[in-house]
């Protein structure tokens, strides 16, 4: 069995090591902004090419009336999405790519597979109305559930630490659907538009407001919920050990099939009679909305249980002070926690503090995994690195968590049964230090600002080993 490593070192001290080399002599296409570079220039293309495409068969009024209607949705499913990931917040360059990826790459791949397809069907059978039926029944759930899925698999594996659970599935997968609703709906709302152009037809008996109520105001959520499968999918693979090869592909393979299958669902509903339409959506979709939108909330709650779960431990060896664990896992006392930094010390503190959160958030499901014997090659030093930005931000953050502690839970119990087994001597409130514990937290003031910094902790690492023999 291997042994635990060394308690983390004092964030002042050297982090430079062989990796900074590595990258320093790396080949120029592995150099970062040759990577960002093509991944730009392939969507800001991919966006041209739709755009034109879009606009040729809506024309230039159509495309204009279905970007202003197309668009009212997006906010409130974006901001839906990122309500669900504020325990442990991605960064807005994941869901920028993500929401490109859908509504340029994806929507592009789309409009050229199935148009091919549906060709190429109608050209073999001779019959169109047939060739329409299967392409979107069966071939536009292939092809479109698999090229939003590429996004959730490009952020998987090149920004595996973002992506940790199934929160951050549900919310990559979400926000690219979105995208890709949202030019979906133009190009379908702007050729209503151009129908009603040639007939004459207006106002709520129009077509173009018929595909509004349906696409925008019934539906809005079609996309994003057949897709949230796959990042579920993906989400549980990245809960998986490392070494569960068979697992972290399957289960990924498992959720694109379950999308596949409801997309095509949906799309085929308008051939199950009059009502097909109308069944489909209130006995299937309208419960699977509500399954899965419980399933996740219920996921963010767990989230929350498990940062008070784990971040005691950390509390006990000295990084943080004993009401933390319990704020980091109140989402009210959180804002309550940033609102104070921004009242007493500016925008920047209430940034360094909603960071810390997030820093200390990570840290907790860092700790979960290598309990849990999932954990990565690389705990020790990601461990290391988010204890180091959570020192970096200590002076501010601490008093603005004290006084969250003291609003939201003002009878924070700490446990008098110190000390921590495994963790060293931490000292207990009210009474002097040993020779060698970490500082008291209880016994400095809770809302001093410039107090003299904490020293980095002594204590030796936490007796559990986060690999297995």
């Not at 293309?45 to 997006?74: D, K, N």
């Not at 073999?124 to 996004?151: F, H, N, Q, R, W």
């Not at 949230?228 to 090869?245: D, K, M, N, Y």
């Not at 933390?324 to 940034?351: Q, T």
């Amino acid at each position: 069995m291997s042994t635990f490593p060394a308690y983390p070192t004092h964030p002042g001290g050297p982090t430079g090591g062989p990796a900074e080399g590595a990258l320093r002599h790396a080949h120029w296409w592995q150099r970062k902004w040759v990577r960002y570079g093509a991944l730009i220039t392939l969507l800001a293309l991919s966006g041209l090419v739709i755009l034109a495409l879009v606009r040729q068969q809506t024309g230039t009024e159509g495309f204009l009336v279905g970007l202003g209607l197309a668009v009212l949705p997006v906010p409130l499913l974006v901001a839906a999405f990122r309500w669900l990931d504020r325990v442990e917040p991605g960064p807005w360059r994941n869901l920028l790519f993500a929401f490109a990826w859908g509504a340029c790459a994806a929507a592009l791949i789309a409009i050229v597979a199935n148009s091919f397809a549906t060709r190429w069907i109608a050209t073999a059978t001779a019959d169109p109305s047939s060739a329409d039926t299967l392409g979107a029944t069966l071939i536009a759930p292939v092809v479109e559930e698999s090229a939003k899925a590429a996004a959730v698999l490009l952020v998987f594996l090149f920004r595996r630490r973002d992506f940790t659970g199934i929160v951050d599935g549900v919310v990559i997968a979400g926000v690219t659907a979105t995208g890709f609703a949202f030019t979906e709906n133009i190009l379908y709302i702007g050729t209503a538009f151009g129908t009603d152009q040639l007939s004459g037809d207006r106002g709520l008996a129009s077509v173009t407001a018929a595909t509004f109520f349906v696409r925008v105001v019934m539906s809005p959520f079609a996309h994003p919920l057949f897709t949230v499968l796959t990042g579920i999918g993906f989400g549980v693979a990245a809960l998986s050990a490392e070494r569960q090869h068979v697992r972290r592909v399957l289960l990924p393979l498992t959720g694109l099939l379950l999308a596949m299958g409801m997309h095509s669902m949906w799309n085929g509903s308008s051939n199950f009679g009059e009502y097909g339409f109308y069944a489909v959506y209130g006995a299937f979709m309208v419960p699977a909305f509500g399954l899965l939108t419980f399933l996740v909330i219920w996921t963010r709650q767990r989230e929350l249980k498990t940062v008070r779960t784990e971040l005691p431990a950390y509390a006990a060896a000295g990084w943080l002070t004993a009401p933390e664990p319990y704020v980091l896992g109140s989402m009210k006392a959180r804002r309550l926690a940033r609102e104070y930094a921004a009242h007493h010390f500016g925008k920047a503190a209430a940034r360094s503090v909603a960071e810390y959160e997030a820093y200390a958030t990570s840290l907790a499901f860092l700790r979960h995994r290598g309990r849990s014997g999932r954990a990565n090659p690389d705990f020790v030093v990601r461990e290391r690195e988010l204890l180091q930005e959570l020192w970096r931000r200590r002076e501010v953050a601490r008093p603005s968590l004290a006084y969250a502690a003291h609003r939201a839970a003002p009878s924070v119990p700490v446990p008098p049964q110190l000390p921590w087994p495994g963790y060293g001597h931490a000292p207990v409130p009210g009474q002097p230090n040993p020779a060698g514990a970490p500082p008291n937290p209880a016994s400095a003031p809770p809302y001093a600002t410039g107090a003299t910094p904490y020293p980095a902790p002594a204590t030796p690492y936490p007796t559990y080993t986060p690999y297995q023999s």
